[in-house]
Structure formats: structure tokens, C-alpha cells
């Protein structure tokens, strides 16, 4: 079995707790808002994927550099 990064179980855990709600689930106000903020910082970490992928990640003085 491979092992799981900490964005996919933020991701498995976001998921969970979604269907969790749409079932009725029994939450308080913080679990709510601590989910809120991880959907937020999944959405940042996958941009960034993203750019490191199509290669604009690039570190500030290295892109001046190359300009």
C-alpha cells in the first residue's frame, strides 16, 4: 500500500465529513469551521500543484534571473 500524503487525507477526511452532513451528521460549530479552513487550505496546496506542474513555481531571485 502506498502511502498517503497529508493533502489526500485532508482531502479523504473533507469528503467524509461532507457526506457526513448531507446524512444528518451531528456537528458543533468548531468541527464546521475547522473543516471550512482545511477546504481552504486544500484549495491553495492544489493550485499549487498545479503550478509546479505546468513549471511556474519558481522561486523569486531565480525568475529575476532568468528574465
Known amino acids: 500500500m ?3 500524503s497529508l493533502l489526500s487525507a485532508a482531502r479523504r477526511a ?3 465529513f ?3 452532513e448531507t446524512h444528518g451528521g451531528l456537528t458543533s460549530l468548531y ?3 475547522a ?3 482545511l477546504a481552504l487550505q486544500i484549495e ?3 493550485q ?5 506542474a505546468a513549471g511556474i513555481d519558481q ?3 531565480e525568475a529575476s534571473s532568468r528574465s
Open 18 to 20: 461532507l457526506i457526513d
Open 59 to 61: 522561486p523569486a531571485d
Open 2 to 4: 502506498s502511502e498517503e
Open 14 to 16: 473533507r469528503r467524509f
Open 35 to 37: 473543516m471550512d479552513t
Open 48 to 52: 499549487r500543484e498545479k503550478e509546479r
Open 31 to 33: 468541527p464546521l469551521i
Open 44 to 46: 491553495k496546496e492544489t
